[in-house]
């Protein structure tokens, strides 16, 4: 299995505080990635990485941003939770673009905002 | 509409049936396309990857992709209770960002 860890697993938060995702490899892989998976919706990318503190947004990255300050950490921060943020949010890494296909996916942080 | 529709589910099938697992896209430009698994409460991990049109077979798994109809396909042979997960396809231009279907739950009963 690929060295992927995610912190927290679980999280339940209130609406309006701040929120840190974290997510840490161990595969010296250039690519990170934050996506969102909900019922109707499948894997949603929020923002990626593709190098230490080189960082653009996918298709839902409102409300959220990131930082990547080590190769091997990389940040998803909700400036202010809103409950349309539940969610399972899963971090991918890859060694080269998307066209390989090859992500590798954490074991997902599922955060309740109440 | 979506640039990727993938039938939700749940498909139910016995032991030793023949599985089939389909997504459509809009986007002409797609080349790259991918199955992925997911047990639950576990994040994806990648099946199949095939580039552009054509068949690839890997053990009981078969990918196809028919770009004429824009319309890939994963067939599983011989399905096991195993097997029981949820099928996410995925596709990307080039060196774009994939784009996930949302998703097939199998169930394969004994």
């Known amino acids: 299995d690929a060295g992927i860890t995610q912190s927290p697993r679980h999280k339940v938060t209130e609406t309006g505080t701040p929120v840190t995702l974290r997510c840490h490899q161990t595969?010296?892989?250039?690519?990170m990635y934050w996506y969102r998976q909900d019922p109707g919706h499948g894997l949603r990318l929020i923002h990626y990485?593709?190098?230490?503190?080189?960082?653009d947004k996918g298709e839902v990255s409102d409300g959220y941003s990131v930082s990547r300050s080590k190769t091997e950490d990389f940040l998803l921060t909700l400036e202010s939770a809103t409950s349309s943020q539940t969610s399972v949010y899963f971090c991918a890494i890859s060694e080269r673009d998307a066209s390989t296909g090859e992500l590798f996916f954490g074991e997902g942080s599922r955060l309740t905002v109440l | 509409q979506k640039e990727v529709e993938q039938d939700p589910g749940p498909l139910s099938v016995p032991e030793g049936a023949i599985v089939s697992l389909n997504c459509t896209y809009s986007n002409s430009a797609f080349q790259y396309f991918m199955w992925y698994r997911q047990y639950s409460r576990k994040g994806p991990e990648l099946l199949m990857y095939?580039?552009?049109?054509g068949n690839k077979e890997d053990g009981r798994f078969t990918a196809q992709v028919d770009k004429s109809s824009k319309y890939i396909s994963l067939f599983i042979r011989d399905s096991q209770p195993s097997d029981s997960a949820t099928y996410l396809c995925a596709m990307t231009r080039s060196t774009d960002k994939l784009i996930f279907g949302t998703g097939t739950r199998l169930q394969v009963f004994p």
């Open positions: 095939t580039y552009s049109s």
């Open positions: 595969e010296n892989h250039r690519y």
């Open positions: 990485s593709y190098g230490v503190k080189d960082t």
